[in-house]
């Protein structure tokens, strides 16, 4: 049972799931993300469940829930870009096939791409 002021994270989410994506979208605005994505020549030529966009933060979630399947890394996500707001509308979760494909359209340049800017232009 919570304290008085405290405030219990529903649906058996921790809250450490929300400050990661935090700290995600924090490091990697959508507004990099994007470019990133034009300049790779990655942007999607059709409205899919899964835009380029979402695909590259899923990438970077992976990393944070490593123990986790794909599934569960992609409601995860999801989730925790709806609590703050950058994700509107309902949502079912792709299976791990669709995921799979998805980071397969979005290649390996984008990614390099990504961390060439933030890590090694930091440097």
């Known amino acids: 049972m919570p304290r008085v002021g405290q405030v219990k ?4 989410e921790r809250l450490t799931d929300r400050i990661a994506i935090g700290v ?3 490091m990697f605005p ?9 300049r790779a020549g990655r942007v999607e030529q059709r409205h899919r469940l899964l835009p380029a966009r979402v695909v590259v933060y899923f990438t970077l979630a992976m990393c944070l829930w490593a123990d986790e399947g794909y599934e569960e ?3 995860l996500l999801v989730g925790g870009l709806q609590h ?5 509308g309902d949502w079912q979760v792709p299976s791990s ?3 799979t494909q998805a980071r397969a359209r979005l290649g ?3 990614m390099k791409m ?7 232009s930091s440097v």
């Open 24 to 26: 995600l979208t924090s």
């Open 97 to 99: 096939g669709a995921l």
């Open 73 to 75: 890394v992609a409601r």
């Open 108 to 110: 390996g340049g984008v």
């Open 30 to 38: 959508p507004a990099l993300i994007d470019e990133v994505i034009q």
């Open 9 to 12: 994270v529903s649906d058996g």
């Open 114 to 120: 990504l961390f060439e800017r933030v890590c090694i």
């Open 84 to 88: 703050m707001a950058r994700w509107r």
